[in-house]
């Protein structure tokens, strides 16, 4: 059975196979920083009337922490480094706290049900494109 690799030792394995300036020639093409075109949206537009999910505990944790302003405004923009940020914090959270916020989903799911009893829960499938 082999020896499990470190990411140090596979940082030297790709160091050892790659020269420093193999991994960009003089020709390899840099765009100017400069304004970017606008990005697509993921989001699909919700129809009128549509009613969103109660909150889980983690969206309710992740909401909180936004809020409360935990992180610097350099990561702030960036939503990718921010969710890891968050999500680190949760998994290390110890479970006593987890519990509250757990409580707290339960109650926003109570409150949820109050203000919208017929809701129910169906996730619409998308075709999928062939």
């Given at each position: 059975?082999?020896?499990?690799?470190?990411?140090d030792?596979?940082?030297?394995h790709?160091?050892?196979?790659?020269?420093?300036?193999?991994?960009?020639?003089?020709?390899?093409?840099?765009?100017?920083?400069?304004?970017?075109?606008?990005?697509?949206?993921?989001?699909?537009?919700?129809?009128?009337?549509?009613?969103?999910?109660?909150?889980?505990?983690?969206?309710?944790?992740?909401?909180?922490?936004?809020?409360?302003q935990?992180?610097?405004?350099?990561?702030?923009?960036?939503?990718?480094?921010?969710?890891?940020i968050?999500?680190?914090?949760?998994?290390?959270?110890?479970?006593?706290?987890?519990?509250?916020?757990?409580?707290?989903?339960?109650?926003?799911?109570?409150?949820?049900?109050?203000?919208?009893?017929?809701?129910?829960?169906?996730?619409?499938?998308?075709?999928?494109?062939?």
């Open positions: 059975m082999p020896a499990a690799r470190t990411m030792s596979e940082s030297q790709f160091d050892a196979l790659v020269e420093p300036g193999d991994l960009f020639s003089q020709s390899t093409y840099m765009p100017p920083d400069g304004p970017k075109p606008p990005r697509a949206r993921h989001s699909r537009k919700q129809p009128a009337g549509h009613i969103p999910r109660p909150p889980n505990a983690f969206i309710l944790f992740r909401s909180s922490f936004i809020r409360s935990r992180v610097s405004s350099e990561v702030e923009p960036s939503h990718s480094t921010l969710s890891k968050i999500g680190l914090t949760w998994k290390r959270l110890p479970e006593a706290e987890r519990r509250v916020w757990h409580a707290k989903a339960r109650q926003a799911g109570e409150a949820h049900r109050r203000r919208f009893p017929a809701y129910a829960f169906r996730p619409a499938h998308r075709a999928r494109a062939q």
